[in-house]
């Protein structure tokens, strides 16, 4: 029996731990198991036409044609309707003296809403709506970009490094969507960390030098650990394996053997993964990104069928910025310390600040100080 | 948005509670009960942002566990109507998908041929109507999982009332754990004639556990399902009652009701025969006893009072300090006239508590 077959195989994903993680599972056998019990048109992007739906219905239940007519009228949405079509009832308002107990809560938050002088929805929802609108069912111009019927779609939350105190109760991270089909580059490339973009060095005396070197030119190396397995971004000669200190600390550790593999040789059908288990995106040698799978299905007519926005940014945790420490207005770009002019050690300036107060008009330091690039944990809000 | 599960849970069981009264799995028996209840107004409210849509999500996520086992097949009907109901009157658009587990999609399938063969025509159909709109996403979970580790597990309770209880013994005691339990029972023997002090004999001090335990347990669960069969033959007249994998009956109302019947006469023998049960049982059915008194078991702790709040609440009875002192000077402003210290302390900060 086909149903026998799918419970003894180990690629359906089950619980490990109930609500938190599932047990590891082959993705490309996963996808093959649902296209197996599936038929096409249950996955197609397309509709199938209504009369035949119903013809066949008839035709499988041996009921005539009348009677699919009757159960599609007692059966219609329309059934659920509690009030006539033409009272046009305010949505936004939970009505008086509701009996469902969700509504009861909502009421009483609602109550408190209009006991607030200004209500002011919160930014990160608000720009959270934002993103997930924006890709929501966009076709590709392209017909040859659309996204294959019967793709997987990934959900992969990838965490911020940083454990800043307010933190504690949030997860701040970005989360993408990408296809079954891409390569696990493709999200390391989609991936944006402040850290790629730090400046390493001083640079009083020669400010305009400073923002040529970032480091995601410098340092190029990086991995993914799933399941066991490192796999290394080595697309470029100057990339080095990362993993391998790693790697030789288990060996004397008597830890289990780990495996490395290429990242751009892997897609993500290839994987063997846990939803909703922790892994490791590690590059800039140290900044440490949890990776976790939070979802894996199939694409559905609604979802972005352009090839070419994948990976998908479906979320992105915003940061606070830190302000200028002489206009407080402009995000810092600058950091001194053993500054004399600063009121504090060190300190932030943003460009424009930091040129009047620290260089004389022919653009020569004034004072003796160090200065620093500063790439704020905001920047790519 | 979690603070809106258990008014979910309460309000959907509810819902099917009213629709179980009915005896029926009618779709315009359902549809009579959601109008009643006016359901569709569950997604009314302002919602901020995409707060809809993760409601809408959440809601599709509760209400599709109903639609799966333990729960009877009438339940699950009403769970599937539940999610046809939420699916066509939720507010966002475009439409929140319901999530249809792999690991969950034989018991679709079965749900299915089982409605196909007791020709119950409204529930096939609202079934294939889901699929055809494309209401489904093929996922690998019920919901989207981020590693949430709990301090204090939330714990599934399944409503009583709506639990398909008829195969559960069977489920329990199948002929692989019997075999176990022998196999089990048998080194537990030789272990114990080990360490006798007479070889080969054991200890009758440590004689604990019946001889023939597994024979014993396989002889009270066939008597228990030879009475099942009986009581159901006798209370549906059935021809076909031998083969108790025959899924759902015909659809026909006296069957749902003498089902209901036979649902309430196993509860109640299940319940008042605690004595006779077996041994391994007996401890099963007084944990489900405890679990039946404690319904809401995550109730929440107060916190302790912090160190800084303890330390205030101490200077202030001695005596030691007085109030103003206590209170922090804010950076931006050293001094304070006095017509503004009245003003900050009219002005106690409320905040919406779920």
């Known amino acids: 029996m086909a149903a026998k077959h799918i419970n003894s195989n180990n690629n359906v994903p089950v619980y490990e731990y109930t609500d938190i993680n599932t047990k590891p599972f082959h993705v490309g ?42 159960l599609k009228a007692i059966c219609s949405p329309h059934t659920l309707k509690s009030h006539p079509e033409d009272e046009n009832l305010d949505k936004d308002v939970v ?152 790697l030789e600390w288990a060996k004397t550790h008597e830890f289990p053997t780990f495996h490395t593999a290429k990242m751009e040789d892997t897609t993500f059908n290839k994987l063997t993964i846990r939803i909703g288990y922790p892994y490791l995106y590690c590059h800039q040698g140290d900044c440490e990104h949890v990776v976790i799978f939070t979802d894996i299905r199939l694409s559905h007519r609604d979802d972005c069928l352009d090839q070419t926005l994948f990976p998908l940014l479906t979320h992105k945790h915003r940061v606070i910025t830190r302000k200028c420490a002489v206009c407080h207005l402009y995000i810092s770009r600058w950091i001194t310390t053993n500054d004399q002019l600063a009121p504090m050690d060190p300190c932030l300036f943003c460009d424009v600040c930091f040129r009047m107060l620290h260089y004389d008009s022919q653009g020569n330091k004034i004072g003796d100080f160090l200065a620093y690039p500063y790439v704020d944990a905001g920047a790519f809000n | 948005m979690d603070y809106y599960i258990p008014p979910l849970k309460a309000d959907c069981e509810d819902l099917l509670n009213q629709f179980q009264k009915t005896e029926s799995v009618r779709y315009e028996e359902f549809a009579a009960i959601w109008r009643k209840m006016n ?36 339940i699950r009907a009403g769970g599937l109507y539940l999610l046809y109901g939420l699916y066509h009157s939720q507010l966002a658009s475009p439409k929140e998908k319901i999530r249809l587990a792999l ?14 063969n007791a020709q119950h025509y409204d529930v096939v159909y609202i079934l294939r109507r889901l699929f055809s709109e494309k209401a489904f996403y093929f996922a690998a979970m019920p919901k989207h999982l981020s590693f949430q580790v709990k301090r204090k597990p939330t714990r599934h309770t399944v409503c009583e009332e709506f639990w398909d209880r008829s195969t559960r013994v069977k489920d329990l005691v199948t002929s692989d754990t019997l075999e176990e339990i022998m196999n089990v029972h048998e080194h537990y023997e030789k272990v114990k004639a080990a360490i006798s002090a007479t070889p080969g004999q054991p200890d009758p001090a440590i004689h604990l556990i019946n001889k023939d335990l597994g024979a014993r347990l396989q002889s009270t669960v066939m008597r228990f399902h030879k009475w099942q069969e009986e009581t159901e033959r006798r209370r549906n007249g059935y021809e076909d009652a031998g083969d108790t994998d025959a899924g759902e009956g015909t659809s026909k109302q006296s069957e749902c009701s003498s089902r209901a019947q036979l649902l309430a006469s196993i509860k109640s023998k299940s319940y008042g025969q605690v004595v006779e049960a077996s041994r391994s049982r007996r401890h099963r059915q007084a944990e489900m006893d405890t679990s039946a008194s404690e319904p809401n078991p995550a109730t929440r702790c107060k916190r302790p009072i912090s160190l800084r709040e303890r330390t205030r609440k101490k200077l ?22 006095e017509q503004d210290k009245l003003g900050e302390r009219r002005r106690e900060k409320k905040s919406f508590k779920w």
């Not at chain 1, 720009?127 to 996204?147: S, T």
């Open chain 1, 29 to 70: 056998a996963f996808l093959s198991l649902w296209k197996e019990t599936l038929t096409p048109s249950d996955y197609s992007f397309q509709d199938t036409p209504e009369e035949k739906e119903d013809a066949e219905f008839a035709e499988e239940m041996g009921v005539p044609s009348e009677t699919v007519d009757e």
């Open chain 1, 95 to 246: 009505p008086e003296n509701p009996s469902l107990q969700t509504l009861r809560l909502r009421k009483k938050r609602q109550d408190y809403k209009e006991t607030l002088l200004r209500d002011v929805t919160c930014r990160q929802d608000f720009y959270a709506n934002e993103l997930e609108i924006l890709a929501m069912g966009k076709r590709p111009e392209d017909p040859e970009d659309l996204v294959p019927e019967g793709e997987l779609i990934l959900s992969v939350n990838i965490l911020y490094p940083v454990i800043f105190e307010r933190f504690k109760n949030v997860r701040p991270h970005q989360t993408f969507q990408v296809l079954g089909s891409q390569k696990l580059t493709q999200l390391r490339d989609a991936v944006c960390c402040v850290s790629d973009l730090q400046v390493s060095g001083e640079f009083s005396n020669t400010p305009d030098m400073a923002p040529e070197f970032i480091s995601k030119d410098h340092y190029k190396s990086a991995f993914f650990y799933f399941e066991g397995v490192f796999y290394n971004d080595l697309r470029y000669p100057e990339c080095r394996d990362l993993s391998q200190t790693i």
């Open chain 2, 39 to 74: 359901f569709s107004s569950i997604f009314y409210g302002k919602m901020a942002g995409n707060e809809m849509r993760t409601f809408s999500r959440l809601i599709l996520t509760i209400a599709y566990q109903y639609f799966l086992p333990p729960h009877t097949f009438q």
């Open chain 2, 103 to 116: 690991k969950d999609w034989e018991h679709v399938q079965k749900f299915q041929t089982d409605a196909v």
């Open chain 2, 316 to 337: 202030m009875s001695q005596g030691s300090a007085k109030q103003e002192d206590l209170e922090s000077t804010t950076q931006w402003r050293l001094s304070m006239t």
